[in-house]
């Protein structure tokens, strides 16, 4: 899979998910964290990703566990228990936030921190996906929002791997990649 195939996979969720029916990204990432613990032992590959970002509009997402107010990101941890820890964070991330009322502010797309500190620029799940993507991958076109080098373009690569640390680049972009 090319980064423009994958960039234009998420790009496409918007189509097939119209905007009453796409969860919260609170939501969404519970259930993506949900669908990922299964496969905790393993290193994903990118068509798992794309099958689990798919999965995770439709997917079982736990209640909100007060146990995760104790998690920190720890940018140390590696593998699976990276993603998770970053995973978890970002969780309760959102959820302060909706509870202090940031999530409502109409300015909160020029960036927001978090009660814990975090800066966040996306909260929607469709944004949070393409700036992921975006952010790790390219794949992006000279017609479309965004333009990073003199030709418009983003360069087109194959990508031949993918770990848990690579999952774990994608949410933190996800979070504050403009």
């Known amino acids: 899979m090319t980064n423009r195939e994958l960039y234009l996979i998420v790009r496409n969720f918007e189509a097939k998910y119209p905007k009453a029916a796409r969860p919260s990204l609170e939501r969404y990432l519970s259930a993506l964290w949900t669908v990922a613990v299964a496969h905790r ?39 699976f228990d990276g993603f998770e820890s970053l995973i978890l964070a970002q969780i309760v991330d959102l959820r302060q936030m909706d509870e202090t009322g940031q999530l409502r502010d109409e300015q909160r797309y020029f960036g927001l921190d978090a009660p814990r500190g975090s800066r966040w620029y996306n909260f929607d799940t469709i944004g949070y996906l393409e700036c992921a993507v975006r952010g790790v991958y390219g794949g992006y076109a000279e017609d479309e929002t965004i333009v990073l080098d003199g030709s418009g373009d983003s360069e087109i690569v194959e990508i031949t791997e993918f770990s848990w640390e690579d999952f774990t680049e994608l949410l933190a972009c996800g979070q504050f990649y403009e």
């Open 41 to 79: 032992d393993r290193e994903p590959s990118i068509g798992e990703l794309v099958e689990w970002l798919d999965g995770a509009f439709t997917s079982f997402a736990p209640d909100f566990d007060p146990e995760w107010l104790n998690n920190k990101y720890d940018a140390s941890k590696k593998g």
